[in-house]
C-alpha cells in the first residue's frame, strides 16, 4: 500500500475512489465503507483510497482525545490487509481544521488525489464546522455512495461502544464488532529482565497509547510484524501462542510507583524482539493479577497459566 503525507504530490492517472474518516478500530462498520469502496474503485478502474489524519481530531478541537483503538501504525495495517491501495495521512492541525469543506474538496480531494467518486459513512463529516457532508459533496457534482450503519446484535458498532466493551473487559462483545480480536500493536521496549530470571521471558510491549483491557492475565496470539528496523518480517502473519499480563507485577515490583505495564510470555518461541513492532491479541482471560507469598508461589502459579492457556488455545 502506498502511503503519502502530502496531497499534493501527483494523483493517480486511475484517479482514486476516495473515504474519509479517521476509522479508529476499523470495525465492522469500517470495514463495510472499505469493501464498498474497493468494489466501486474496481467498476472504474480507479484507486482506492483512505483519507485518515495523524492525531485525533478532538485533541485539537477539544483539548483532549480518548485512548485509540488502533494507533495510525495499526490502522495502516488493517487498510492494506482490506485491500486498499493508497492512504493519505493528513495532519489534524489548526491549518486543516479552518478549511473549509468546499476547499477541502475541491483543493485536496478532487485536485489533489484525483477522486472520481466518494464512498462515505452515514455519518461522516469533514472541513470547518463539519460541512462536509454527503450532501455537499453532490452539491458540487460529485459522486457519492452512503455506506449505512452496521449493527451486530440490534445495536450500532461504533468505535465508542467498542472502548466501553474493552475498558469493562468485554472482549466477545468487542470482538463481535471489530470482527476480529481485541488486539494492541506497539513495540518492544527493555524492561528488567524479571520475567527471564523467572523461566518466563516476555516482550514488554508499549501499545503507543491505544486502548488495553483491564488489568489481569490472558491468553492469546501475539504476531511479530516488523523488525527493529521497521522491515516487515517474511511470517508476520504467524501467530504464537501467548499468555499476556497486564498491571503492576505487585510480587516482583512491591513498594514501586503503580505503573501498569504489558508484557506478554511467547510459549514457543525464542529470540531477541526488542525494537519489533508486534501485535498482541486477546482471547480470553484466565484471572486476576494478584500478589504472591513468595517468587516460588509466582512461578507455580505462571506454570499453571501456560498449561491452561494451551489447553484453551488448542479448543
Not at 153 to 164: D, F, L, N, P, Y
Not at 176 to 196: C, D, F, I, T
Not at 200 to 215: G, K, M, Q, V
Not at 263 to 288: C, I, K, P
Amino acid at each position: 500500500m502506498n502511503v503519502r503525507r502530502d496531497w499534493r504530490g501527483p494523483a493517480s492517472a486511475a484517479g482514486a475512489v476516495v473515504s474519509i474518516g479517521v476509522f479508529d478500530g476499523v470495525h465492522l462498520g469500517h470495514q463495510a465503507i472499505l469493501a464498498a469502496n474497493l468494489a466501486r474503485a474496481r467498476q472504474l478502474g480507479a484507486t482506492p483510497t483512505v483519507v485518515t489524519f495523524d492525531g485525533h481530531p478532538k485533541q485539537l478541537l477539544l483539548g483532549r482525545a480518548p485512548r485509540t483503538l488502533t494507533s495510525l501504525g495499526h490502522r495502516l495495517e488493517l487498510f492494506a490487509a482490506a485491500g486498499i491501495e493508497q492512504t493519505v495521512v493528513l495532519e489534524f492541525d489548526a491549518a486543516l481544521r479552518e478549511l473549509s469543506a468546499e476547499r477541502f474538496a475541491r483543493e485536496v480531494l478532487v485536485e489533489g488525489l484525483g477522486a472520481r467518486a466518494f464512498v462515505l459513512g452515514f455519518d461522516s463529516k469533514f472541513g470547518r464546522d463539519r460541512r462536509g457532508t454527503p450532501e455537499l459533496l453532490r452539491a458540487l457534482g460529485l459522486e457519492v455512495e452512503v455506506v449505512g450503519q452496521v449493527l451486530v446484535g440490534q445495536h450500532a458498532v461504533s468505535s465508542t461502544a467498542i472502548r466501553e466493551a474493552v475498558e469493562l473487559g468485554d472482549l466477545e462483545r468487542a470482538r463481535a464488532m471489530l470482527g476480529r480480536p481485541v488486539s494492541v500493536m506497539g513495540e518492544v521496549v527493555r524492561g528488567a529482565a524479571l520475567g527471564r530470571e523467572l523461566g518466563f521471558p516476555t516482550a514488554n510491549i508499549d501499545p503507543h497509547h491505544e486502548l488495553e483491557p483491564p488489568s489481569g492475565v490472558y491468553y492469546g496470539h501475539l504476531r511479530i510484524v516488523a523488525g527493529p528496523g521497521g522491515e516487515r518480517r517474511a511470517d508476520a502473519e504467524r501467530l504464537w501462542p501467548a499468555v499476556a499480563n497486564i498491571g503492576t507485577r505487585p510480587t516482583v515490583s512491591p513498594g514501586l510507583p503503580e505503573r501498569q505495564r504489558l508484557e506478554a510470555h511467547m510459549l514457543d518461541f525464542q529470540g531477541d524482539l526488542y525494537g519489533s513492532t508486534v501485535e498482541l491479541q486477546f482471547l480470553g482471560r484466565l484471572r486476576d493479577e494478584q500478589r504472591f507469598p513468595s517468587v516460588g508461589a509466582l512461578k507455580a502459579q505462571i506454570a499453571s497459566d501456560v498449561a491452561r492457556a494451551r489447553e484453551l488455545l488448542r479448543e
